[in-house]
């Protein structure tokens, strides 16, 4: 079931790419400019290797589910996904995983952006550490839980200089 799960992650990636490019066109075709551009093929890279490693890791290192951790872990990843597409809701045809920003666009103040600047990359770093745990896939939580510490430091402070917030 678990490997069924991560597909669904992964075809719910795909759906994101969908959007982001249909997006994407509206953005540009209304005046936008992409910004951090350097980063955008380490954010995809790293999403993509994590589904990647959850899966292998589970495989090779025989990692068995456990209810107490696994349960909790999944209920994590749900909620996360349930934050990321509420972002996605609030921003509409602004939303998009490329930092492309319209000249004089109102920063969205609402919805979860009420509270943070980047709701979005918090539910992100949760899934990212709770995906690989719904089936005790400690190593990839680790190392993908760091590598994501750093993409979104550099995707941050570009955004938040894009966005004027810096």
């Known amino acids: 079931m678990y490997y069924l799960f991560i597909l ?4 719910e990636r795909l759906i994101e790419l969908v959007v982001s490019r249909r997006n994407a066109r509206w953005s540009f075709a ?10 955008y093929p380490a ?10 490693s959850c899966v292998a890791e ?5 990692r ?8 909790p872990m999944l209920a994590v990843v749900v909620a996360s996904t349930v934050v990321r597409w509420w972002c996605v809701g609030v921003l509409g045809k602004h939303w998009n995983p490329r930092l492309i920003v319209i ?4 920063l969205v103040r609402n919805g979860p952006y009420r509270w943070l600047h980047h709701p979005n990359y918090t539910a992100v770093a949760a899934e990212v550490a709770a995906l ?3 089936h005790s896939a400690w190593v990839t939580a680790i190392v993908f839980s760091i590598a994501n ?4 430091t550099v995707r941050i402070r570009a955004e938040n200089a894009a966005l004027g917030y810096a």
């Open 64 to 71: 068995p589910f456990l209810p107490w951790l696994g349960w």
């Open 149 to 152: 510490a750093a993409v979104l």
């Open 132 to 134: 690989p745990l719904v």
């Open 103 to 106: 000249k004089g666009a109102p």
């Open 8 to 11: 669904l992650i992964g075809v």
């Open 30 to 39: 209304q005046g936008g400019t992409e910004f951090g551009r350097g980063h």
């Open 58 to 62: 589970v495989a090779t290192a025989h």
């Open 43 to 52: 954010m995809v890279t790293m999403h993509t290797l994590l589904l990647a």
